[in-house]
């Protein structure tokens, strides 16, 4: 099957372009839905969780306490890099289950924040990177989730910059809102449509 995999800082709209893939009919794995997944019915993970960042870590329900863990991990790096290193592996085998079942499919791609940072591009046979100015993403995000410019920086500090990634991406998707998105998908659409062919 051939991958690609879609990144983007946080606000910059990489969910919004999946959206469009999807209704071109590509199937999107969203990684931060699956964390979201494992962190509760995986265990090991639980555990593993609960023994790093103390019981406090989930709610009396059984849900991951969000706020308590991000306010830990999203103002240090080891912490998040302990949390990266007990999630992203359960990620990583949830995509790859994922993709057996796609076998329908053109291409598939693979929606992660952290792409580039957690190394699972290199499990990808392309990337495409979605770009947009900072404040823009800030007001995106604090308009989206009602969280403050300040948290949204500070998880954006925990991510490599948009040049960094633009180094390491294929291609680049602008939504700066300079341009329409619909036709900067479309092409890249036709380009993964014949990469694919020439992959299978
Ligand atoms: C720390 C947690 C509990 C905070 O939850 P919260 O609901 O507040 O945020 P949410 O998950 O919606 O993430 C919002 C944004 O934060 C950024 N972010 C999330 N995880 C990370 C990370 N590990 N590194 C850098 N940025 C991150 C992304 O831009 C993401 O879109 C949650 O983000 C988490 O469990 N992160 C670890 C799992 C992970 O790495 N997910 C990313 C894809 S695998
Ligand atoms: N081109 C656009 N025009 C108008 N609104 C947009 C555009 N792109 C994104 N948005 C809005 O900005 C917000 C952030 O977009 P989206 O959720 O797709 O970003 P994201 O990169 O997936 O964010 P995160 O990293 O926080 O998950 C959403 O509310 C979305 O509707």
């Known amino acids: 099957m051939f991958k690609v995999g879609i990144t983007g800082n946080i606000g910059s709209g990489k969910t919004t ?3 469009i893939f999807e209704v071109l009919g590509i199937p999107v794995f969203y990684a931060d839905d699956a964390a979201r997944d494992v962190m509760v019915t995986d265990g090991e993970l639980i555990a593993g969780i609960k023994q790093t960042f103390g019981s406090q870590a989930y709610l009396a329900g059984g849900n991951l306490n969000r706020k308590y863990i991000a306010g830990i991990v999203f103002n240090n790096k080891e912490q998040l890099s302990k949390l990266n290193a007990l999630v992203h592996p359960a990620v990583f085998r949830a995509f790859d289950k994922w993709v057996l079942d796609q076998k329908d499919a053109p291409y598939v791609l693979k929606e992660a924040a952290i ?3 957690s190394g699972s591009y290199k499990m990808c046979d392309r990337s495409v990177l979605v770009t947009a100015p900072l404040a823009l993403r800030i007001k995106r995000v604090t ?5 403050t410019a300040d948290e949204v920086k500070s998880r954006n500090d925990r991510q490599f910059t948009e040049e960094q990634k633009l180094a390491l991406a294929n291609d680049v998707i602008i939504n700066d809102d300079t341009q329409p998105v619909i036709p900067q998908v479309l092409k890249l659409h036709r380009l993964y449509l014949s990469l694919a062919q020439q992959n299978s």
């Open 17 to 19: 372009v999946c959206k």
């Open 115 to 117: 792409l580039f940072e």
């Open 143 to 147: 308009d989206r989730d009602g969280i």
